[in-house]
């Protein structure tokens, strides 16, 4: 079963609006976390923001926020006020145990352009 | 830059061939973690190692073998490779296992 799942392939923004990225997630597990990642076209793994499972608050980093909400399963990021340099690939991960320790499970991803 | 290093940054190679990927974690963070990005099965898994003792693994091949050294760097091998094996391979580190890991530009493997 998919545990990280992001419905949104491709996404097209104008500049300077805000965008939300779509991410829901499936686990039993009472604790785990939830994280974002940027990859732009050189491919290298930007990290972005995090929401543990028992935060009361939702997570914001900058321009950045994720939108948690756990009833729903959900963990949507937030950009605000995209900037061309906000176009890249966009990837939601959970962490979770496994045998013990903790891995990330990340989902197929987003591809965000943002246009002029 | 996240701090984590990782060589060669391309590495191209015939199938059969084995070869030796290398990264170094943050300083101070003491768990390393590879994963594998290739066009058909996204980013997956494929092991952790904390402070040289292997902790979990993922969708590791048995082709495919890492170890973690006294100073923290840590080497994935990868023998008898095949043309499926071609794909971004990253190492990621964490203070821990229960912290943000940070990931390294990426080794981009081609087999031909």
């Known amino acids: 079963a998919q545990k990280i799942t992001q419905t949104q392939p491709g996404m097209f923004v104008q500049e300077k609006e805000a965008v939300t990225l779509d991410c829901t997630y499936d686990?039993?597990?009472?604790?785990?976390?939830l994280f974002w990642y940027k990859q732009p076209s050189s491919g290298e793994m930007i990290f972005l923001i995090y929401?543990?499972?028992?935060?009361?608050q939702n997570a914001t980093e900058g321009r950045y926020s994720l939108n948690f909400q756990k009833a729903r399963k959900s963990a949507n990021l937030v950009i605000s006020a995209s900037q061309l340099g906000d176009s890249a690939m966009y990837f939601c991960?959970?962490?979770?145990?496994?045998?013990?320790?903790?891995?990330?499970?990340f989902g197929q991803g987003t591809r965000l352009t943002i246009n002029p | 830059d996240s701090g984590v290093t990782q060589t060669p940054k391309h590495l191209i190679t015939a199938t059969g061939q084995r070869v030796t990927l290398r990264c170094s974690p943050r300083?101070?963070?003491?768990?390393v973690y590879w994963y594998q990005q290739s066009l058909d099965q996204g980013l997956q898994f494929l092991i952790q190692?904390?402070?040289?003792?292997?902790?979990a693994k993922g969708n590791i091949l048995e082709r495919f073998s890492a170890q973690q050294f006294p100073d923290l760097h840590s080497e994935l091998n990868l023998s008898s490779l095949e043309l499926g094996d071609s794909a971004l391979y990253f190492c990621?580190?964490?203070?821990?296992?229960?912290?943000?890991?940070?990931f390294g530009p990426g080794t981009r493997l081609t087999v031909l």
């Open positions: 929401q543990g499972s028992y935060d009361q």
């Open positions: 991960a959970m962490r979770e145990r496994v045998q013990g320790a903790q891995k990330l499970v």
């Open positions: 190692y904390y402070n040289g003792e292997e902790r």
């Open positions: 990621a580190s964490s203070v821990a296992g229960n912290n943000e890991q940070f």
């Open positions: 300083s101070g963070d003491l768990s």
């Open positions: 686990t039993s597990d009472p604790s785990y976390g």
